[in-house]
């Protein structure tokens, strides 16, 4: 009797079992906040990002203009730059202000016009004036390099006339030379493989971390934690500092990876871009911390790692140029700690920075840091209490 109602109970499809599981998963769903959350969040966060932060084409930036023969050609020239739309002019007294502004990414250009540039216009010598850009990243400068190379011919059309309307004739008047400084051939792969190493350790350092305490919670090893003498800095220490290891070792092989396969260029100091990156993977480690003493499960920990690490990725400048965004967009990516380090590792390897150009992006990392850790700790102590 029972075998023949266990065989009839599954023989056919029932509408009605079928509804109240639907109803019960769904339920389920509603419980489960976060994911909830995640369902309808990621998809907004992916339509905002796309559709309004992400620009291949970036305008207004920022370039040093170092003029020494402060003439109306000079004058003329510039104005033409600003009304392409793809430079945003900041006059500067010497050549030195804008190398330096160029190294420490503070300017993409600078353009140097000699004192005799307007006498050798007029006597039909053609000469020439520098356009330096930061190609650390190729595509950030590309489309406004065109714009320059095509600017020469006819940004003087309305100066050179009557007397000098011959000028015109001919060549262009004055050539603009163009310096691709840092990554001269355009080389893709020298900005995106030093990229690779903030976004690879992001991704492994957070996600590692943030499952730290959720699997001891799930495996029921969490109260025998709890029952220890330990501080909450003991804990958070005791279970970041082997990560720490392993994060070096995923750099040296990132490192040596980029050298032999890719040869990347390292003009910087290796000692010092590694003591940049302890202090980044610490951060990267304390807000992995701070998510496992939030998410009740592995589950929700990953959702809450992705939440955090698409627009990273996005706003950071790893993916798209940093400079192509619109100012909100770009307040938002200072805000995560892969953009600083993005600016560090490309300095110390594209361009040789020092101590000097690196502490401006190391500031907000450690700021990161200690708000994450600090969080971490509270969170923690509250589970204690």
């Known amino acids: 009797m029972s075998a023949r109602h266990d065989g009839s109970a599954g023989a056919g499809f029932s509408l009605a079992r079928f509804v109240a599981i639907a109803l019960k998963e769904l339920v389920q769903m509603r419980r489960d906040r976060l994911t909830f959350a995640m369902i309808v969040g990621i998809p907004i966060l992916q339509l905002v990002l796309f559709g309004y932060a992400i620009n291949t084409d970036p305008k207004a930036l920022p370039t040093a203009v170092v003029d020494y023969d402060h003439s109306d050609l000079t004058r003329s020239i510039t104005q033409g730059l600003a009304n392409t739309g793809y430079f945003a002019l900041q006059p500067l007294p010497g050549e030195a202000d804008a190398d330096r502004l160029l190294a420490t990414g503070d300017v993409q250009f600078a353009i140097v016009f000699p004192p005799d540039f307007t006498r050798r216009v007029l006597r039909g010598e053609r000469p020439g004036a520098l356009v330096a850009a930061d190609a650390t990243d190729p595509s950030a400068t590309g489309n406004a390099l065109a714009a320059v190379n095509q600017l020469a011919t006819s940004v003087l059309a309305h100066d050179l006339t009557g007397p000098m309307a011959s000028l015109n004739a001919r060549a262009p008047p004055f050539t603009l030379n163009v310096q691709r400084r840092y990554n001269p051939e355009g080389i893709t792969q020298y900005n995106i493989v030093p990229g690779l190493l903030g976004v690879i350790l992001q991704m492994t350092m957070v996600m590692m971390t943030a499952f730290a305490v959720t699997r001891e919670r799930e495996r029921g090893t969490f109260e025998n934690l709890l029952a220890t003498p330990a501080t909450p800095l003991e804990v958070m220490t005791g279970k970041i500092v082997p990560y720490i290891l392993v994060g070096f070792l995923q750099s040296a092989i990132i490192l040596g990876a980029a050298k032999l396969l890719f040869d990347v260029p390292m003009h910087g100091s290796l000692l010092l871009l590694f003591g940049a990156m302890m202090l980044y993977i610490a951060a990267l480690l304390a807000l992995g911390f701070t998510i496992s003493t939030v998410a009740r499960n592995q589950l929700q920990a990953m959702q809450m ?81």
Request: charged share 15%.
């Open 305 to 385: 790692t992705f939440f955090f690490f698409l627009p990273s990725l996005l706003l950071s400048g790893f993916m798209f140029p940093f400079r192509g965004m619109p100012e909100w967009a770009q307040w938002v990516g200072e805000l995560f700690p892969l953009t600083h380090f993005l600016r560090i590792v490309r300095g110390v390897l594209l361009k040789g920075n020092d101590t000097t150009q690196t502490w401006p992006s190391l500031v907000p990392i450690a700021l990161f840091m200690l708000v994450a850790g600090a969080l971490a700790m509270l969170r923690y102590r509250r589970t204690l209490d």
